[in-house]
């Protein structure tokens, strides 16, 4: 009931007509707001969110008063269903994009590689990713092996199955993602051209949304990446409040421990502004 009221509320102050089309896997709502439209995909973990559910991005969006594409998933299977495809088939041949002044696509992981996927049917939208797979096609990518269940259910054939090539006929594409953790930057390393730019989160791991929410950075990041504002430069520098995150520091603690690096774990401990008691210090030290 939420939901629907929204997409009332928000027909009625745009002049425009939202809707919900529901599909056994899932589920498309259209938030009508403005000339502008963001068109987010759900995240892995968006199917065991808390009632009532919403579309990965719809804060952001009636923040930014923009129109509002959300696709929300049912089961994990990275969109790659022939009810999706149809959908966006539909949408494209039935000139739904065109009617905005600005299209982005905007997802993390599996809803990164849904932006990615998806934003062909648009050429010219732009693309925000956090940490995407391009594809779970295992020809393509032998070293992706997180995923058995997304390799499973979705239809890896047919349309768009790789976003390295779909993404080509986007005007930009923003990539968000740890440099360091293996599969995600395979991943990145696909996707090339002179209107990709790669933003680098060094030891955030997979976990890049969460980290930037614990920074209180999730909004700042997004909104600016969508609009096209956000200047690589600037973006290193919102990053230094990561030394004072304690979740960060716990993620770059790990993965110097594992890596048996002994000096890392001390400068961390040295230099990480966090309110840590010298007890507690040296219990990480030990």
């Keep these: 009931m939420t939901l629907l009221k929204s997409i009332l509320e928000a027909s009625a102050k745009s002049g425009r007509q939202g809707f919900i089309r529901n599909m056994p896997r899932h589920c498309a709502v259209f938030m009508p707001r403005s000339s502008k439209l963001m ?171 969460q980290h930037f929410k614990s920074m209180g950075l999730m909004s700042t990041v997004a909104s600016r990446a969508i609009k096209g504002g956000l200047h690589p430069v600037k973006f290193r520098r919102l990053l230094r409040k990561r030394h004072s995150d304690p979740g960060y520091v716990r993620s770059l603690l790990e993965m110097a421990q594992a890596k048996g690096h002994k000096a890392l774990v001390a400068r961390v401990l040295d230099r990480a502004d966090l309110p840590l008691t010298a007890q507690v210090r040296a219990a990480l030290a030990k």
């Excluded at 009632?51 to 998933?73: C, I, K, V």
């Excluded at 997180?146 to 890896?156: A, E, I, M, S, V």
């Design 39 to 209: 068109v987010t995909f759900d995240h892995f973990g968006s199917v065991n969110s808390e009632p009532p559910r919403m579309p990965w991005g719809h804060q952001l969006a009636q923040e930014m008063g923009w129109s509002h594409l959300g696709n929300m998933t049912k089961q994990n299977d990275w969109f790659r269903h022939r009810d999706m495809f149809a959908l966006y088939r539909e949408l494209r041949q039935t000139g739904f994009f065109a009617d905005f002044e600005e299209v982005v696509f905007y997802g993390a992981s599996m809803g990164g590689y849904a932006a990615c996927a998806f934003s062909i049917v648009h050429p010219g939208a732009r693309v925000v990713a956090i940490s995407p797979q391009t594809t779970l096609r295992q020809s393509l990518v032998p070293f992706e092996t997180r995923f058995p269940g997304g390799r499973k259910l979705g239809q890896w054939s047919g349309p768009w199955v790789d976003a390295a090539q779909t993404i080509r006929r986007a005007a930009s594409v923003k990539l968000i993602y740890d440099p360091w953790w293996g599969a995600d930057a395979a991943h990145a390393a696909r996707i090339t051209g002179r209107r990709v730019t790669h933003y680098h989160t060094p030891f955030m791991r997979h976990r890049v949304p």
